[in-house]
DNA sequence: CGTTTTTGTTCTCGACACGAACATAACAAG
DNA sequence: CTTGTTATGTTCGTGTCGAGAACAAAAACG
């Protein structure tokens, strides 16, 4: 929102709310619509939509027709606009793919990388190899906390506080966030929490990753690094965790807690496979397997439970691990979660779902952080 | 915000932005300042400002002059202007203030209650007293959860589910809330948290109550009963906690704590006077009274350590008892927190602050949300 | 084939903020 | 005491915006 507001700046507004309504929108939607959803004359939605079909942002298509009526137009994204590209950048492989306006994405790249930071630049050449005039933003998806939004920490590849300033510093205008608030954001924009005031996301693989979500908005803190849910000592657990602290929630849910109970020391490297085969033993009834899942699970609704009382969502999406557990262990995870809820709460527990972005999460979640970036006001304006 | 926006919204919407920033202000600014604070030019200062004096919302006053140049004018509250009552409902008392536009606040009554719902008559009556044209909103704070807004709980006055749209029906346009979370509000408008983008607020008295504050708004939740922190399982109590789970972090801090430690079960009644006259003895040099406190200040460390790994806040603010535990154990509860914090969060813990805005913060925060239902562009509308 | 329905188009109108030019009221310097 | 200097208030003309009304256009309906 600009500082002024002058007659110029009332056009753009209602532009930006256009477009941000296009972008948002499940389906396509004609121009007659679009006024009355952002209760403007037809006159105006002409004007507004020619403006932006000049700068090659919206483009209008006929419209097949419905019962009576003058035929009118779809809007959909302009073939010529603004484009985004969003990478998911994983423990040793990375995605590329460029977003429409509205979200539809196209994969363009993919790769492995030898976990060492040149593996920027070697995603850099992937983006300058589909590079064209019409790249706005780059949203960029990796794990680990990006303190202040520049020092990037991740532990498991040995990165201690890399400096994204240098790495970033020949990309285009380059927006970057963890995986874990991307993926809950994803949820809140194009999955199973749309529409939700105040939601929370967490992602379960090694340990738990989270995201509060009020209105839409994944929240970042003061210092950009917040989400580290798993690293409240919510379950009673007193083994200490690799982040430096005793009886992390982390600790008793999520891949980790379940290799640790086969005796095998938690890591990066098989403990996923390993994590899945239990799954699968628990499935097929071995005893001992479905115990540790049952544990996982418990431990799981009881802290959810517990930051329910705090932070009062009206449901709670997972994704990684925790669409498996909510497949076998739906009950329980409820069950333990009421259990922990204060009593007056128990009558209305927040739901628990499953993801529905999927594995998808942190490139949907990296594109609309992107896309985030480009509509808004000042932006809009340079480029009209 | 209007659905649709014209010119004359316009005009409108830089009349709130201009009353917003007059409220907002710590001191008061003049016509000129103004326009340069908005981005406006100094006509358009004087037609916004013009229409709000005649609307009888903004009244001009000559302002000593400073150095060179035409001299102008302060912008200050109309006389006439509307005003808010703000209530503080408390245990067996309550509070009856007017705020004028800026915060200021004139005590109008007090009086005791008999901790029946009969107290809202009560009050009702007082506002009826002091009832004039000008008064626009009464903004409310009680204790207790509010559920959705209108079910109000106060389990130490035996209140289950109260219906609020029974008991307010007969009073002006009411808003209401917790007193925990406007106390935070209060905290983030006007107190040690004015200007921070993350922060939390808790107020420690039996139990803790509190609440995230994000850009100077305190959130709400799915059904408005966030804020239970204290009823997170966050320093390992095995005791069973009055609000139906195990564990709680508030069986460890509060008054509550401190009495159970000396045998006392814990009660709304004397509790209070006990706890402080705990404080008195530790404070003297009493051994068992020390201990006691040390418990309580390193368990209420420990908890805002854990939650600063998940919400990131730049500060956290305490009332109530918080503020007499911070100038007796200061140093405890940093260490307590420093120790629960993530190793890489260490070097920048969030800062631990007393409250300024002290006992007068539910007061303070009920005027707060009682003028911001008035500083909207719909009430304006219709008031010009 | 005329009617109904929905949408697009055109034109007028009132309102707004802006910018420039000018007026005003203090202070400062000589 | 007079004459700049400075900051602010005031006035007026201009461009743009969205609203609203009237009309045109294009489909479906009976």
């Known amino acids: 929102m600009p500082q002024t507001m002058t007659s110029a700046d009332l056009r753009i507004r209602n532009q930006v709310r256009l477009l941000r309504a296009v972008h948002d929108a499940a389906e396509p939607f004609t121009r007659a619509e679009a006024a009355r959803l952002l209760g403007i004359g037809r006159n105006t939605a002409a004007a507004l939509v020619g403006e932006l079909e000049q700068a090659r942002l919206l483009h209008e298509v006929p419209a097949e027709s419905s019962g009576r009526g003058r035929p009118t137009t779809l809007l959909v994204p302009h073939p010529e606009g603004p484009q985004v590209f969003a990478v998911d950048f994983r423990e040793d492989t990375w995605t590329l793919a460029a977003v429409e306006l509205g979200g539809a994405a196209t994969e363009l790249e993919t790769g492995e990388h030898d976990r060492t930071p040149a593996a920027f630049t070697e995603i850099r050449a992937a983006v300058a190899r589909h590079e064209s005039e019409r790249l706005a933003v780059v949203g960029f998806a990796t794990s680990g906390p990006i303190r202040d939004g520049h020092r990037l920490h991740i532990s498991h590849l040995g990165w201690d506080e890399v400096e994204l300033d240098t790495l970033l510093a020949d990309w285009p205008?380059?927006?970057?966030?963890?995986?874990?608030?991307?993926?809950?954001?994803?949820?809140?924009?194009?999955?199973?929490?749309?529409?939700?005031?105040?939601?929370?996301?967490?992602?379960?693989?090694?340990?738990?990753?989270?995201?509060?979500?009020?209105?839409?908005?994944?929240?970042?803190?003061?210092?950009?690094?917040?989400?580290?849910?798993?690293?409240?000592?919510?379950?009673?657990?007193?083994?200490?965790?690799?982040?430096?602290?005793?009886?992390?929630?982390?600790?008793?849910?999520?891949?980790?807690?379940?290799?640790?109970?086969?005796?095998?020391e938690p890591g990066y490297g098989t403990g996923r496979e390993l994590a899945q085969e239990i799954l699968r033993r628990a499935e097929a009834g071995d005893k001992e397997a479905a115990?540790?899942?049952?544990?996982?699970?418990?431990?799981?609704?009881?802290?959810?439970?517990?930051?329910a009382n705090a932070l009062d969502p009206e449901a709670i999406s997972l994704s990684g691990l925790g669409v498996e557990l909510i497949r076998l262990r739906r009950n329980l995870i409820e069950d333990a979660c009421r259990e922990q809820l204060m009593a007056f709460r128990r009558d209305d527990p927040p739901q628990i779902l499953a993801g529905t972005v999927g594995s998808a999460g942190p490139l949907t979640g990296a594109a609309e952080i992107a896309w985030d970036a480009i509509l808004t006001h000042d932006w809009l304006r340079e480029r009209l």
């Open 173 to 264: 205008t380059t927006v970057i966030d963890n995986d874990a608030r991307l993926a809950g954001l994803a949820e809140s924009r194009r999955g199973v929490l749309r529409g939700m005031g105040t939601a929370m996301h967490f992602h379960i693989d090694f340990d738990i990753g989270g995201t509060l979500l009020l209105a839409g908005d994944a929240q970042r803190g003061g210092h950009n690094i917040a989400g580290e849910f798993g690293h409240m000592p919510l379950t009673g657990s007193t083994l200490e965790c690799m982040c430096g602290v005793r009886g992390c929630w982390s600790l008793d849910v999520g891949a980790n807690a379940l290799v640790r109970r086969f005796g095998k």
């Open 291 to 307: 115990a540790a899942l049952d544990d996982n699970a418990a431990a799981l609704g009881k802290g959810l439970g517990a930051l």
